[in-house]
T-cell receptor, first 112, second 112 residues
Framework: DTGVSQDPRHKITKRGQNVTFRCDPI?????LYWYRQTLGQGPEFLTY????????KSRLLSDRFSAERPKGSFSTLEIQRTEQGDSAMYLC??????????FGDGTRLSIL | GEDVEQSLFLSVREGDSSVINCTYT??????LYWYKQEPGAGLQLLTY?????DMKQDQRLTVLLNKKDKHLSLRIADTQTGDSAIYFC????????????FGTGTQLKVEL
């Protein structure tokens, strides 16, 4: 059990660029979650998958945000046309069905 | 709606007990969690309690749940400098797909 892995750990990009983050969950965890954490706040839920199905995406912050989990294993979160307000820590978590979530170390996004 | 509140800061001396408090509004919460976050890192699951329990103890950690008042607390016995971190309370509502709603976090500072 190597834990939840996120890549990259830190991403610096210019406003207007697209960015993609990857999350590798703990193997055999069928649920995968994305959260966003801004400075001084708790994580905020964005979306989650059960296997390859995206079961809730209403909390994605705008249509610039999208997530995929094509084979039910790793997941990607893409932000298109980044804005200053997208600067945050993006956290991924995974869990077996209805069990506690385990988090990765996050990807910190900085928009110049 | 879902809302979770915590006090922002707590300072204790090494060896004393720490008590971190949390209140929540969603009466349908099924599980309540405590996570720990160290600087630049993701969230580490410390413990959790099911809503039909009122106490859970795990080594130095004791969780108390008052469901009537929607109040959750985490007591850390014999607090050590390594316990310095931000502690988040979180809840999952019934039928919520296990997505977590977090408080803003309590920063615990342990002084020698």
């Amino acid at each position: 059990d190597t834990g939840v892995s996120q890549d990259p750990r830190h991403k610096i990009t210019k406003r207007g660029q697209n960015v993609t983050f990857r999350c590798d969950p703990i193997s055999e965890h069928n649920r995968l979650y994305w959260y966003r954490q801004t400075l001084g706040q708790g994580p905020e839920f964005l979306t989650y998958f059960q296997n390859e199905a995206q079961l809730e995406k209403s909390r994605l912050l705008s249509d610039r945000f999208s997530a995929e989990r094509p084979k039910g294993s790793f997941s990607t979160l893409e932000i298109q046309r980044t804005e200053q307000g997208d600067s945050a820590m993006y956290l991924c978590a995974s869990s077996p069905l209805d069990q506690p979530q385990h988090f990765g170390d996050g990807t910190r996004l900085s928009i110049l | 709606g879902e809302d979770v509140e915590q006090s922002l800061f707590l300072s204790v001396r090494e060896g004393d007990s720490s008590v971190i408090n949390c209140t929540y509004t969603d009466s349908s919460s099924t599980y309540l969690y405590w996570y720990k976050q160290e600087p630049g890192a993701g969230l580490q699951l410390l413990t959790y309690i099911f809503s039909n329990m009122d106490m859970k103890q795990d080594q130095r950690l004791t969780v108390l749940l008052n469901k009537k008042d929607k109040h959750l607390s985490l007591r850390i016995a014999d607090t050590q400098t390594g316990d310095s971190a931000i502690y988040f309370c979180a809840e999952t509502p019934t039928g919520g797909g296990n997505k977590l709603t977090f408080g803003t976090g309590t920063q615990l500072k342990v002084e020698l």
